[in-house]
């Protein structure tokens, strides 16, 4: 579904900041493979989401989704095929805007918008019978003005315009973390739910690993541009959160015992 | 005073436009110098060659989708500074006029326009007429109003409330932009087309200053009448219009002269800019929106 090949990406190329986020990244997701990525700041694990978005374009290789070559679309072209939750709560909807108004928009993903009324009476009883399946409420608060909902009120209502357009793929980065534990578990089962209901094909960041190891059927691990773990369901039933740190210490033994033997 | 209502209900039509720039799109637009004496120079220069009034004035609305067009242009494509953007074309606009025009001022006294049969039925500063242009201001606030409603619409409002997002479900912010600033120039040199005609000529210096006038309207309307939501914001907008010409006659009758208006309105939409900064001030919702929308385009590009 998702194939990123021979991807390398460097920030500042040729000059003293030169900073290379991604190298030779090789990453193939099978329709509704649900991969966790972990891994220490500036691993990479934002820049491979933006690469696959088209928010950033790589310095080389190709990026495929569904059989289709995107390296050279935008992010708006190709976003009829992706839903993304941002780890910002603001980020993912139009805080001006009603709630039923950005899910219109939602709606619409990648569609051609023409001059028919954005919100319908036959759209708004969709729109509430999903916004049921969150449980906040909301169903009933409709033009309420979505910068009025508190984080994690919003991130859900991101969760639910990203997703019930059925994209290819669903693209998390930490769209969990800047919510208070309760909130965080709230969207963390939400985001479980969706990705059954929908068998999306999907990418979440996160740097909780119990997350990581209890959400999704497939996790990788990313140092300095590279993936350097890479375990599939069964693998992942058997690893616990003391394994996961265990290697995250022998990286860093690792970064350690060269810096010695340079020494 | 009628009068001053009469103009303030034309001049709403060019207040829309700056409404769909600055409050829907976040983009402080400077176009609308230029393309209101275009709209106005199309205009009266077809008219005066024989062409139908009604035709003349649709003219104009095209030639100000063109500008619009151009600053949306220059700005997404070329990756201009939005101000400096609308400055540009502004500016290029005063020689493009002086040709259309071919000299500073086109008089229309003998020409039969849209206001004809107005003047001719003696209901020029009556209230009958403040009921035609009324209603024309309203017709134009309506078909806003239901753009800004449709899928489209929705996604040129995002567009200034959150390009990221927008862009994520698959819209192109370059095309909402330069589409919505095509539109607003639209309304503008419509506006200028219409004024045109009602006080009887084109001249090339009529649009100078003309944004702050715009700026003021929407301020004021929406300070007072409120911007909660899109139907009562466009209103608001219609009736800040009446209102700052009926602020300018009065301070014209209480002695002020007509060359200091413009500081005047400078003034206005200081005022209007600074006072949200007070705290008493601060619940004045429609102000401090204002302010976020001057001032965060401004420090963004
Ligand atoms: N737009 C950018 N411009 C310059 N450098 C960038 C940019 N985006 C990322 N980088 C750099 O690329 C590297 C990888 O960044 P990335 O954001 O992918 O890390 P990350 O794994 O998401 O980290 P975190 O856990 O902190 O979010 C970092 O060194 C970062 O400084
Ligand atoms: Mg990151």
Redesign the pocket.
């Known amino acids: 579904m998702l194939d990123i090949t021979n991807v390398n990406?460097t920030?500042?190329a040729g000059t003293v900041n030169e900073?290379?986020?991604?190298r030779e990244i090789n990453l193939s997701l099978a329709a509704g493979e649900f991969v966790t990525v972990i891994?220490?700041?500036?691993?990479?694990?934002?820049?491979?989401l933006?690469i696959t978005s088209g928010k950033?374009r790589p310095d080389t290789g190709t990026v495929t989704i569904d059989g289709t070559d995107v390296t050279k679309l935008a992010d708006h072209q190709r976003a009829r095929y992706i839903g993304r939750v941002f780890?910002d709560p603001m980020a993912g909807t139009s805080p001006d805007m009603t709630i039923e108004q950005n899910m219109a928009i939602a709606y619409e993903r990648g569609k051609g918008r023409g001059l028919r009324p954005g919100v319908t009476g036959k759209k708004r009883g969709f729109f509430q019978e999903e916004l049921k399946s969150l449980e906040l409420g909301l169903e009933n608060r409709l033009k309420a003005k979505v910068g009025l909902l508190s984080g994690g009120q919003r991130q859900a209502l991101s969760l639910l315009m990203a997703t019930f357009s059925s994209p290819k793929i669903l693209l998390l980065?930490?769209h969990t973390a800047a919510l208070d534990p309760q909130r965080a578990d709230l969207v963390s089962r939400l985001t479980a739910e969706v990705v059954e209901r929908h068998r999306l094909t999907t990418l979440m960041?996160t740097?909780n690993m119990e997350q990581a190891l209890r959400l999704g059927t497939r996790l990788i691990m990313?140092h300095e541009?590279r993936i350097i773990l890479d375990l599939d369901q069964q693998q992942k039933q058997k690893t616990t959160v003391a394994d996961l740190l265990h290697e995250f210490e022998k990286i860093k033994g690792g970064a350690l015992d060269d810096r010695t033997m340079l020494q | 005073m009628i009068v001053a209502v009469e103009l303030g209900l034309i001049y709403a039509i060019m207040a829309l436009g700056v409404y769909l720039t600055f409050r829907i799109l976040n983009f402080p637009d400077l176009t609308v110098d230029g393309s209101f004496t275009t709209g106005a120079a199309v205009a009266s220069i077809m008219i005066i060659n024989g062409a139908p009034p009604v035709l003349s004035t649709l003219a104009a609305f095209a030639a100000g989708l063109v500008a619009g067009w151009i600053t949306g242009l220059l700005h997404t494509k070329g990756k201009i500074n939005g101000l400096l953007a609308g400055i540009l074309t502004m500016i290029a606009l005063y020689s493009i006029n002086l040709r259309i025009m071919g000299k500073a001022n086109l008089p229309l006294l003998r020409e039969d326009t849209l206001i004809t049969p107005l003047r001719d039925a003696g209901l020029l500063g009556t209230v009958a007429a403040i009921a035609v242009f009324g209603l024309l201001a309203l017709a134009v606030k309506f078909v806003l109003d239901w753009f800004l409603h449709t899928d489209l619409g929705l996604a040129m409002q995002a567009t200034g409330d959150n390009e990221e997002m927008i862009r994520s479900f698959g819209v192109s912010t370059d095309r909402m932009k330069i589409l919505g600033l095509a539109l607003s120039n639209g309304l503008v040199a419509l506006c200028g087309a219409l004024i045109a005609q009602y006080q009887g000529f084109a001249d090339i210096g009529m649009g100078i200053g003309l944004i702050l006038a715009g700026l003021a309207s929407v301020i004021i309307g929406q300070a007072i009448f409120g911007s909660r939501v899109i139907i009562v914001a466009s209103l608001a907008v219609v009736l800040g219009s009446a209102l700052y010409r009926v602020v300018i006659q009065l301070a014209l009758q209480a002695g002020l002269n007509p060359n200091d208006m413009k500081l005047i309105s400078a003034v206005l939409v200081v005022i209007a800019l600074v006072l949200p900064q007070w705290k008493l001030f601060k619940r004045v919702g429609g102000l401090s929106n204002m302010k976020k929308a001057l001032s965060a385009t401004g420090a963004r590009s």
Do not use: C
């Open positions: 990406k920030f500042f900073r290379a986020a991604l891994g220490s700041n500036g691993a990479g694990k934002s820049t491979i933006n950033l780890q980065d930490e960041v740097h990313m541009g």
